[in-house]
């Protein structure tokens, strides 16, 4: 009655009449966002002038790899998806398991009652169906109906058809079978649109397990506010900047078959970080790195048996403010006699005390104590071979380790390590190469280097890298692999970070110390990897098998970075002159040294 009044006087009043026709002429939210017209075919709709195709996934294999569906989510191209869940009650659930477990063991019987042989594919699924019925009684499982839908958009039919059978090709590589919605486009489109419903009701039934691999939850982001550039996320195309010295320490182990780009990637990173003001120290067995300290006004440091640079191992390290001399001495004994062990081969626990005793006489010759202050002492009032030489000839039972000690101090190897240090680290970048030295000699020198490097480490602390390049070399000899392990654990004390590359997985992880220097690395990087040692390096780093197979698939510079819980592919990416400085191919030296000569003619 009000109702009727009210229209009644609308018709009558003349301002309230023209309101009414105003109101209707003004445009509503639904009017805004609503389609200028919608037409719907069995196999597409066409909402204005854009085309919408639905499909939806109607089977799944035996297994799920994790993270199966990011090639959907991350693909180039306008797309809705909807993933609905629908929980079951378990208690229905494990009564249809229970009688599909009693049809299929009632099938085995019979089958075995007839003398068949047995059914592997009934054995298998009746194996199944008890492992999930246990688990759902447990609670550890639950079950799902899950539905899957993907809106498709594009500008015409054709151009939907097209990526339809790319989105069906990906699935299907992966046993994941998808149709489209046909006769059913419009409530394809509604359940793929921000609505929360589910209108075309097409689901599978899934337990928890499978489920949580759908989540796309495993696209990983590696990157922060500072640090340098190491390469482009494979994920996203994404940059990942990283600062190794905001991690827990700043060690990285850089595994890779031969020519995968593991020296490339770290002279990348190298060149990246001295424009930051790191200092990096580099132990080259292959002669890789003279070009880069050549261009970057490095020192290059040769050690061989003839070369002018020599370094003592019985130097001692100044000690720090918070440091007794006393504890420094002894630190350095101690890894003389590792040396030496090296040096000299097998000896037993009695020529083990022998020279335990002998050093420590060869330095109280010198007037060097435990009361010494090391800092006042210039690097020509350290012993040298010559003098423990010395010692052992006249001690007591220790012939025999004169013996063997004599090719180092008269013999042909004299010149190595009989010498008093000459080197000066003066420079940004120094880089230690071994390459002209024999075989038996270089797990020695790069001892020796490493040692030199960290009594540098104690005696001056400031941000700096320490590359060792085939660390595997070091890994041969218990002792040798010992030190470095020490030095990856105690660096982190003096604002250093060790990074340690090979390309010899097997030997590096048959030491006992291979793992720990591993473990004690924040950051990893793995480049392509030879079927010989991807077991180990998949054991060894937890990989799933896509990642597995990522790694034996990877181009050169390609593979996956870890900053510790996270990891991402990652490609490694040079500008063109930082490529011409860091540049390992021969062909492209080559090259490269013809144009400097050009260049000075």
């Known amino acids: 009655m009000f109702l009727n009044k009210r229209n009644q006087q609308n018709q009558e009043d003349p301002i309230l009449k023209k309101e009414d026709e105003y109101r209707k002429g003004v445009a509503v939210v639904k ?20 085309f919408a195709k639905t499909i939806f996934i109607m089977a799944f294999p035996r297994f799920l790899s994790v993270n199966w569906f990011s090639s959907i989510i991350n693909i180039d191209h306008p797309i809705n998806i909807s993933i609905f869940v629908h929980p079951i009650d378990s208690n229905k659930v494990l009564k249809g398991l229970l009688k ?10 019979i089958e075995s009652q007839d003398g068949k042989v047995r059914n592997p594919m009934l054995e298998s699924a009746l194996e199944n169906t008890e492992e999930l019925r246990t688990r759902l009684q447990e609670g550890t499982e639950r079950f799902f109906r899950v539905g899957i839908y993907i809106t498709i958009f594009g500008e ?36 793929t649109v921000p609505l929360g419903e589910d209108r075309l009701d097409v689901a599978n039934n899934l337990n928890t397990s499978p489920l949580s691999t759908i989540f796309p939850f495993a696209s990983a982001e590696l990157s922060s506010n500072s640090g340098v550039l190491y390469g482009i996320n494979r ?18 182990v850089v595994f890779a078959k031969s020519g995968a780009g593991k020296s490339y990637s770290i002279k990348l990173e190298i060149i990246r970080s001295m424009m930051l003001g790191i200092s990096v120290i580099i132990i080259d067995p292959e002669n890789e790195y003279k070009h880069l300290a050549e261009t970057v006004g490095g020192s290059f440091i040769k050690i061989s048996l003839n070369s002018k640079y020599h370094l003592n191992p019985f130097d001692l390290p100044k000690a720090m403010e918070d440091e007794d001399s006393a504890d420094v001495l002894r630190n350095s004994i101690a890894n003389l006699v590792g040396l030496l062990r090296l040096v000299l081969g097998n000896i037993t626990p009695e020529e083990n005390s022998i020279l335990d005793n002998a050093i420590r006489e060869t330095y109280a010759i010198r007037d060097i104590t435990e009361e010494t202050n090391f800092s006042l002492l210039e690097p020509d ?5 010559s003098d423990l030489y010395e010692v052992l000839r006249n001690m007591d039972g220790a012939r025999s380790l004169a013996l063997k000690l004599e090719r180092y101090t008269e013999g042909i190897f004299s010149g190595f390590l009989n010498q008093h240090t000459n080197i000066k680290v003066d420079k940004q970048l120094i880089v230690f190469n071994i390459r002209d030295l ?14 030199f490097i960290w009594n540098e480490m104690r005696s001056q602390m400031k941000k700096r890298m320490v590359v060792v390049d085939e660390a595997w070399i070091m890994m041969q000899n218990e002792d040798a692999a010992s030190f470095l392990f020490g030095i990856a654990k105690r660096c982190r004390k003096y604002y250093t970070g060790l990074t340690t590359i090979t390309q010899d997985v097997n030997d590096f992880m048959m030491s006992r110390y291979g793992k720990p220097i591993v473990t004690n690395a924040s950051s990893q990087l793995l480049l392509k990897q030879s079927t ?23 181009n050169v510079g390609e593979g996956i970075f870890f900053a510790g819980n996270k990891h991402a592919a990652i490609r490694v990416v040079a500008s063109y002159s930082e490529d011409q400085i860091i540049t390992s191919d021969p062909r492209q030296i080559l090259e490269i040294e013809e144009a400097k000569r050009e260049l000075e003619e």
Not at 162 to 172: F, K, N, P
Not at 381 to 385: A, D, G, H, L
């Open 31 to 50: 009017d805004l966002i609503s389609p200028s017209a919608l037409r719907v075919s069995p196999n597409y709709i066409e909402i204005g002038e854009t």
């Open 100 to 109: 599909t477990t009693t049809q299929i063991q009632s099938r085995i019987n």
């Open 156 to 191: 015409n039919t054709k151009d939907l058809n097209r990526v339809s059978s790319s989105i069906e090709a990906i699935l299907e590589a992966q046993m994941v079978y998808a149709k489209p919605a046909s006769f059913r486009m419009e409530d394809g489109l509604a359940s």
């Open 235 to 252: 994920h996203n195309n994404s940059l990942i900047l990283f600062d190794r010295f905001e991690m827990e320490n700043a060690n990285m």
């Open 381 to 385: 009032s350290f012993p040298t071979m």
């Open 438 to 451: 024999e075989e038996e000699l270089r797990p020695i020198a790069m001892y020796v280097v490493l040692q």
């Open 532 to 554: 010989a040692a991807i077991d180990i390096v998949q054991e060894t780093f937890f990989l799933t098998d896509q990642e597995k197979f990522l790694l034996l698939e990877s």
